[in-house]
């Protein structure tokens, strides 16, 4: 089988390639759009292939990430999920939200979880991040989805015991930390209008979306990322992570629940 995913998302760049080292799965990759983070439809269907020619493998899967952590927390409208919900149908494969920061594009697009996602097959949600709990991921999907999820989590080492502690603090930040995202979202649209303001490099001519923020040194800097990195700590007990596209040019700095005005 193949899937078909971002070239510059989360499944593609930074899971170890896991999918093709645990699940034997070929990927298919579609670089996104620089400005809304979408994979051409067009694109799609170019690289979809049946079950009919022995040199094929049979394209199972649509992944999209949304929000779209690597090209700057983009939240994907609830249109496009139909778009390509309607697509996958057409052809004969399935539609896998990777929505470890679903919330934020839920709140983002002033939707809910169930319109943004109601043409996926399948949707991840990581219950820390913007929304605050310690630990802990859930997979949403049909009975026949969940049982085969467990499956192949029993296959990998199986699950957690004792994991009752670990729903309560999940169900609390579902229930109480999904409308504050707005305000992780103010916060980083504050912080890029001040970098962009201030000559800064931005991705997507400084638009911010969510709680990601992408920037890189202004051209005339001479600072190194090393020294910027270490005053931010020092001086101001800021921590920020660079090394990201554009040559390692550009730093990561998100908003979320332990970040205040």
């Known amino acids: 089988s193949e899937m078909i995913i971002g070239a510059n998302s989360h499944i593609c760049l930074w899971e170890g390639g896991n999918v093709s080292n645990l699940g034997g799965i070929h990927t298919r990759q579609i670089y996104e759009h620089e400005m809304d983070a979408t994979l051409d439809q067009q694109a799609i269907r170019d690289l979809f292939r049946l079950d ?18 690597m090209m700057g927390g983009v939240a994907l409208p609830p249109s496009y999920i139909d778009e390509m919900g309607s697509l996958c149908r057409e052809l004969g494969m399935a539609l896998h939200i990777d929505g470890a920061r679903i919330m934020n594009a839920v709140v983002a697009q002033n939707v809910t979880p169930a319109e943004m996602c109601r043409n996926a097959d399948s949707v991840a949600i990581c219950l820390s991040k913007g929304l605050g709990a310690p630990l802990g991921s859930v997979v949403v999907g ?80 001479q600072v190194s990322s090393e020294d910027f990195c270490r005053e931010l700590v020092d001086d101001y007990g800021i921590k920020v992570t660079g090394g990201y596209s554009s040559g390692g040019k550009l730093f990561r700095a998100c908003t979320h629940l332990g970040v205040n005005d």
Not at 58 to 68: A, D, G, I, M, V
């Open 52 to 69: 009919i020619d022995d040199h094929w493998p049979k394209t199972e899967l649509l992944c999209l990430e949304n929000t779209h952590n």
């Open 142 to 221: 049909s009975t026949e989805v969940i049982r085969l999820a467990k499956r192949a989590r029993k296959r990998c080492g199986g699950g957690m015991r004792q994991a009752g502690v670990v729903a309560a603090m999940g169900l609390h930040a579902i229930k109480h930390n999904v409308d504050r995202l707005a305000d992780d979202h103010n916060r980083a649209q504050r912080l890029g209008a001040e970098l962009y303001r201030n000559g800064f490099e931005m991705m997507r001519n400084g638009k911010i979306d969510t709680n990601i923020v992408y920037f890189g040194l202004p051209a005339e800097s």
